[in-house]
Nanobody, 123 residues
């Protein structure tokens, strides 16, 4: 099994920055893709960003391109989401997810999930 634990969420003003972290433990060698998703109240969970094990292949939702950066430190079994120029519409619970195969933007394609961390952006 794999356990994922997110941290780094909080309250920030519009235009500010936050960095989320996701620490993994357990059978981490089985994870090839790590991704971030978010879910706002009353909305479906949506893809934010993902990266392959090598960190060189990444994918971003159009809504965050140029503002968010995903990275991973395999030595620490940790993936990060650097969020800059935050907007009120970025407010959501952010989830870390792991997958044994290549990148997909579909939440149903991920095998492992964290418990989520709240990000609130005030205007």
């Amino acid at each position: 099994q794999v356990q994922l634990v997110e941290s780094g969420g909080g309250l920030v003003q519009a235009g500010g920055s936050l960095r989320l972290s996701c620490a993994s433990s357990g059978r981490t060698f089985s994870i090839y893709t790590m991704g971030w998703f978010r879910q706002a109240p009353g909305k479906e969970r949506e893809f934010v960003a993902a990266t392959h094990f090598n960190g060189r292949t990444t994918s971003y939702a159009d809504s965050v391109k140029g503002r968010f950066t995903i990275s991973r430190d395999n030595a620490k079994n940790t993936v990060y989401l650097q969020m800059n120029s935050l907007k009120p519409e970025d407010t959501a619970v952010y989830y870390c997810a792991g997958r044994r195969l290549t990148i997909t933007q579909a939440p149903a394609g991920y095998d492992y999930w964290g418990q989520g961390t709240q990000v609130t952006v005030s205007s």
